[in-house]
């Protein structure tokens, strides 16, 4: 397996310390905080584990409430709040220093067949035909990056085969375009069968992208080069279908609005084939250093 893919693996394998308590660590970070992804899938994952196999995610609701230190160990306290004939529903508080920084509701469900639709996937071009990040990123790296940033960014996202279907952030710089962003993602080798693997891992690469679009409205370079500030505050996922994280999945993602040094994205995650797999809402700090 890819040893980067593995380590995220690792770092999705939480230590249970006590019933319904789990301990997690974090991977090494650009930025002085731990990725809002890694804690929200770690949270998820946290869930799980009390829950029955036969029920699996189908949202989580969530809210980051203070910046993580990616030095020190996480431990994730689970509420058991109810437990139905078909739904069962957790809350976790994810703890640091003796201080919450995050807290996630989520809901679980056994399957059950009923009415079906679902939006149309939007076109795209196949994920194959679209350069990779380590062809793409090296090459705005002297232009809007410290020296070794770069690199240490793509180091952090080689679990991860992420694919911008038009020029990211970073590449449009000073270019206003319409609020919308695609990105082909999946991870970098095969997983296990486990749905609830694929469902944490997809809620981890969630969080990677999804305020980009709200960039893209004003012509912003990105998060990371000192052109905008920016902190996940809230996001929320409802998980319709069935998918697998190491297959192509198409994330369709746009920005309704930006007021009040804040930004929204929503967007859509599609399945190759068309099938519409999960919704995601996300509310994230935008400011613009002054």
């Known amino acids: 397996m890819n040893p980067a893919l593995q380590s995220l693996l690792d770092l999705l394998d939480l230590e249970q310390i006590e019933q319904n308590i789990f301990r997690g660590i974090s991977r090494s970070a650009l930025i002085p905080r731990v990725f809002g992804g890694q804690v929200a899938a770690q949270a998820l994952v946290a869930a799980g584990?009390?829950?029955?196999?036969?029920?699996?995610?189908?949202?989580?609701?969530?809210?980051?409430?203070?910046?993580?230190?990616?030095?020190?160990?996480?431990?994730?306290?689970?509420?058991?709040?109810?437990?139905?004939r078909s739904?069962?529903?957790?809350?976790v508080v994810a703890v640091q220093h003796g201080q919450p920084i995050f807290h996630l509701s989520a809901s679980f469900q056994t399957h059950e067949e009923g009415l079906d639709h679902q939006a149309h996937m939007p076109p795209a071009?196949?994920?194959?035909?679209?350069p990779t990040a380590q062809e793409t990123l090296p090459r705005y790296a002297d232009a809007f990056y410290e020296p070794g940033v770069a690199a240490r960014l793509l180091e952090a996202r080689e679990a991860v085969d992420?694919?911008?279907?038009?020029?990211?952030?970073?590449?449009?710089?000073?270019?206003?375009?319409?609020?919308?962003?695609?990105?082909?993602?999946?991870?970098?080798?095969?997983?296990?069968?486990?749905?609830?693997?694929?469902?944490?891992?997809?809620?981890?690469?969630?969080?990677?992208?999804l305020l980009d679009s709200v960039l893209l409205a004003h012509g912003r370079g990105g998060w990371t080069v000192g052109d905008v500030v920016g902190a996940s505050l809230d996001h929320a996922m409802w998980f319709h279908r069935p998918?697998?994280?190491?297959?192509?999945?198409?994330?369709?993602q746009e920005s309704p609005s930006?007021?009040?040094?804040?930004?929204?994205?929503?967007?859509?995650?599609?399945?190759?084939?068309?099938?519409?797999?999960?919704?995601?809402?996300?509310?994230?700090?935008?400011r613009v250093p002054r």
């Open 87 to 91: 739904f069962t529903t957790r809350r």
């Open 258 to 286: 930006a007021s009040g040094g804040r930004g929204l994205g929503q967007a859509r995650i599609y399945t190759r084939d068309g099938r519409l797999a999960i919704s995601v809402i996300q509310e994230g700090v935008v």
């Open 125 to 130: 071009p196949d994920p194959e035909t679209l």
């Open 162 to 209: 992420l694919r911008y279907v038009d020029e990211p952030p970073y590449a449009t710089t000073g270019r206003a375009r319409e609020p919308r962003s695609q990105v082909w993602f999946r991870t970098n080798g095969k997983l296990a069968d486990d749905p609830l693997l694929h469902i944490c891992l997809a809620t981890y690469v969630s969080d990677m992208t």
């Open 243 to 252: 998918f697998r994280a190491d297959e192509w999945l198409l994330y369709d």
């Open 49 to 84: 584990r009390t829950v029955p196999e036969d029920r699996l995610p189908h949202s989580l609701h969530s809210y980051f409430l203070r910046m993580g230190d990616p030095g020190a160990p996480i431990v994730y306290t689970v509420d058991r709040i109810r437990d139905g």
